[in-house]
Nanobody, 123 residues
Framework: VQLQASGGGTVQAGGSLRLSCVAS????????VGWFRQAPGKEREFVAA????????NYAESVKGRFTISRDNAKNTVYLQMNSLEPEDTAIYYC?????????????????WGQGTLVTVSS
């Protein structure tokens, strides 16, 4: 499956952005999905994950209450709604997918990755 992320940009602190990730080449509804991010000089880290049914969700502590992951299997798309953005959220955001029914939060457990979209939050 191929993933294409979009929706990044520059926003002031306290603002919002919605990232999208469109999948192609596979039966999207059979894949668990996740969002990860990598800030300059740091390792890639987990942000949010959703099972293929959408019934199970997990968030990193740093984004709980501010970010929301969702998916539309009919559109082969996963979203990340980001509210109350902080300068510390500045990073390249990546979507990922893995063929499983489970909820997957580990970076190394994902098989397919999008190209990343840059989010910059100014103070």
């Amino acid at each position: 499956v191929q993933l294409q992320a979009s929706g990044g940009g520059t926003v002031q602190a306290g603002g919002s952005l919605r990232l999208s990730c469109v999948a192609s080449g596979g039966t999207f509804s059979r894949y668990a999905v996740g969002w990860f991010r990598q800030a300059p000089g740091k390792e890639r880290e987990f942000v949010a994950a959703m099972s293929r049914s959408g019934g199970s969700i997990n968030y990193a502590e740093s984004v709980k209450g501010r970010f929301t992951i969702s998916r539309d299997n009919a559109k082969n798309t996963v979203y990340l709604q980001m509210n109350s953005l902080e300068p510390e959220d500045t990073a390249i955001y990546y979507c990922a997918a893995v063929f499983t029914y489970a909820l997957i939060s580990g970076l190394r457990d994902y098989d397919y990755w999008g190209q990343g979209t840059l989010v910059t939050v100014s103070s």
